[in-house]
Each structure stands twice: as C-alpha cells, then as structure tokens.
Nanobody, 124 residues
Framework: QVQLVESGGGLVQAGGSLRLSCAASGRTFSSYAMGWFRQAPGKEREFIATINWIGVRTYYADSVKGRFTISRDNAKNTLYLQMNRLKPEDTAVYYC?????????????????WGQGTQVTVSS
C-alpha cells in the first residue's frame, strides 16, 4: 500500500509560480511510475504530467507543456511539479498518482494510488 500526500498548493497571481510536492510512503516508491492530474469545478479530471520509475521519461499535457516540469527524488520518496507562468485556467485541485507499472502513462486507469489533492488557485 502506498500513501500519497500532496503539499504546496495555494493562491497565486497569474504569471506566478508554485511547486507542488508529493510525499510517498513505502519502500517501493522508486519502482513506481508517478504522475499528476487535476480537476477544476464542473470539469472532468485532466492528465497533467507523468514520469517513469527512474525519472528519465516524462510526458505532459499540451495545456501545460513548456510551463510545468515534473521531477522526482527517489532518495526522498518525493514527486514534484514545478508550475511556472500560471494562468487562471490552471485553477484546480491537483492530485498526485502512483502506478505499480514503471512506465510513464497519461491514462488515469494506469494509476493504482491517488492522493487527496491540493488546491491551486490562480487569480487574474
């Protein structure tokens, strides 16, 4: 069993930056693919970014490509999402996810574990 706890969300002005962190429990973190999804009020859950188990392969949604960067520190059991040039449309609850599979993948069904989420609000 893996528990995921997100942090780093908050209120930021458009054009600003935030870094989300996801602390994972368990000794198998380094063997899991990880990712981030988000969900805005009244909208469907949206894939944001994914990273494979060793951190050498990443994929991003077109909506965040060039602005967001996913990374991981396996020694610290922590996943990160650096978010730059934030826009009001980035406002959502952001979820950290983990998959027993090692490959980076954009499909929600690929992931076995989900965090509780952290709110990101971008004001215009």
């Amino acid at each position: 069993q893996v528990q995921l706890v997100e942090s780093g969300g908050g209120l930021v002005q458009a054009g600003g930056s935030l870094r989300l962190s996801c602390a994972a429990s368990g000794r198998t973190f380094s063997s899991y693919a990880m990712g981030w999804f988000r969900q805005a009020p009244g909208k469907e859950r949206e894939f944001i970014a994914t990273i494979n188990w060793i951190g050498v392969r990443t994929y991003y949604a077109d909506s965040v490509k060039g602005r967001f960067t996913i990374s991981r520190d396996n020694a610290k059991n922590t996943l990160y999402l650096q978010m730059n040039r934030l826009k009001p449309e980035d406002t959502a609850v952001y979820y950290c996810v983990a998959s027993k599979g090692r490959s980076a993948d954009s499909r929600a069904e690929w992931y076995d574990y989900w965090g509780q989420g952290t709110q990101v609000t971008v004001s215009s």
